[in-house]
């Protein structure tokens, strides 16, 4: 059966404006760990423009965060794709691939520290000069409590922690 449906705006009209830059060692994409738990101790910082520093009140109090960002390296994406983790091609939306319809990131990284409009981050699996969208507290709670599953990633994700981007997204 077809689906239809209406924004009841013009869809080409979403636009977001960037409230920070992600700073990170990683210059390149190629050698950078694909996710928070293959970059454990990598540190960064976030530089809020100075608009926003007001929306780090009461930040501190937590011991993670979620960045949310711009894949502002990527072009182009394919609906079907090889992830890093695998050989067979999957969905793109079976993915945390960056080459996406919207490249849209998302990291959950260690608050080390809150100095203004900067915040020191670690286990940063993002690439130095990336814009920020947004920022949320990590609250475990908040997410499921029942059965999880990993879809085509079980039994795959213990390789998390060492597998590096290579060429396949550029």
């Known amino acids: ?10 869809m080409e009209g979403i636009a977001f404006k960037p409230i920070g830059v992600i700073h990170s060692p990683f210059r390149e994409r190629e050698g950078t ?13 976030v530089e809020l423009l100075p608009e926003y520093a007001a929306g780090c009140k009461d930040l ?5 965060i979620v960045l949310l960002y ?30 996406r319809p919207n490249p849209i990131g998302i990291s959950v990284v260690r608050l080390v520290g809150v100095e203004g409009s900067t915040l020191h981050i670690q286990d940063l699996d993002i690439l130095d000069g990336t814009p920020l969208l947004d920022i ?9 409590d029942d059965e999880v599953r990993f879809g085509w990633l079980e039994g795959k994700t ?13």
Not at 33 to 45: D, H, L, M, S, V
Not at 60 to 64: A, K
Not at 136 to 144: A, F, L, N, Q
Request: aromatic share 12%.
């Open 1 to 10: 059966m077809p689906c239809s449906f209406s924004f009841g705006t013009n």
């Open 33 to 45: 760990p694909i996710q928070p738990a293959g970059a454990r101790g990598i540190e960064g910082t």
């Open 70 to 99: 711009h894949f502002h390296r990527s072009k182009g994406f394919s609906l079907e794709l090889t992830p890093f983790l695998d050989d067979t091609p999957r969905g793109v939306f079976a993915t945390r691939a960056p080459a």
């Open 158 to 170: 213990q390789r998390m922690g060492t597998a590096k981007a290579d060429e396949r997204f550029r």
């Open 136 to 144: 949320k507290p990590y609250v475990p709670e908040i997410g499921p």
């Open 60 to 64: 501190d109090g937590f011991s993670h």
